[in-house]
Nanobody
């Protein structure tokens, strides 16, 4: 069992930055693929970014590419999402997810159903 706790959300003006953190319990964190998803009011959950267990493979949604950076520190059991140049349309609840499965294809990282564990989420609000 893995528990995920997100932090770092808040209110920021457009063009600003936030850094989200996701702390994971468990000794097998370093073997898990990690992802960030978000859900805005009235919209479906969407993929934001993902990172392989080694940190060697990174994946981003087109809408955040060049602005967001995902990283991980396996010694601290933590994954991060650095968000720069924030836009009002980035407003959402950001949720961290983990998967102990072996992803055979890069496309697997984008699929919410491939992730086993989910955090509660942290609210990010970007004002215009």
């Amino acid at each position: 069992q893995v528990q995920l706790v997100e932090s770092g959300g808040g209110l920021v003006q457009a063009g600003g930055s936030l850094r989200l953190s996701c702390a994971a319990s468990g000794r097998t964190f370093s073997t898990y693929a990690m992802g960030w998803f978000r859900q805005a009011p009235g919209k479906e959950r969407e993929f934001v970014a993902a990172i392989s267990w080694s940190g060697g493979n990174l994946y981003y949604a087109d809408s955040v590419k060049g602005r967001f950076t995902i990283s991980r520190d396996n010694a601290k059991n933590t994954v991060y999402l650095q968000m720069n140049s924030l836009k009002p349309e980035d407003t959402a609840v950001y949720v961290c997810a983990a998967s102990g499965r072996t992803f055979r294809r890069g496309s697997d990282y984008y699929r919410a159903q491939e992730y086993t564990y989910w955090g509660q989420g942290t609210q990010v609000t970007v004002s215009s």
